[in-house]
């Protein structure tokens, strides 16, 4: 039988966050196309990543302050990334989408169509 059939998940082991998809989404983000003027944090999480930029509209916050812009997790499970905007006005995070990739979930997040995430 196939060697890589046969091996096993250790329980309890983790792919994410880890730095190199960090980096990933930070690279990413820079090729955004809401509020280039600023530089968002990518900070690790359970089970992946937060991203949180200053609110350049003051929208949400009137000093300019971090807020979250989006949270980004991996399902190990079904080995899909699900995608979270903030609603500031309820303050909780909303369900926005799953991707198979998580090249897709960044590229989602950069174009922002429905200006969802960078607000």
């Known amino acids: 039988m196939n060697a890589a059939l046969m091996r096993k998940v250790k329980a309890g082991l983790m792919p994410h966050p880890n730095e190199l998809d960090r980096k990933r989404i930070e690279r990413g983000l820079s090729s955004r196309q809401r509020?280039?003027?600023?530089s968002p944090n990518v900070t690790p999480v359970r089970g992946g990543y937060l991203v949180e930029s200053p609110c350049?509209?003051?929208?949400?916050?009137?000093?300019?302050a971090l807020?979250?812009?989006?949270?980004?997790?991996?399902?190990?499970?079904s080995g899909v990334w699900k995608l979270f905007r903030k609603n500031h006005a309820r303050e909780i995070w909303e369900f926005h989408s799953l991707y198979h990739r998580l090249t897709s979930a960044i590229d989602e997040l950069s174009a922002d169509p429905e200006r969802l995430f960078w607000q």
């Open 67 to 77: 807020i979250d812009v989006a949270l980004v997790l991996y399902d190990a499970v």
């Open 35 to 38: 509020y280039l003027y600023v």
């Open 56 to 64: 350049c509209s003051r929208n949400i916050n009137k000093d300019g």
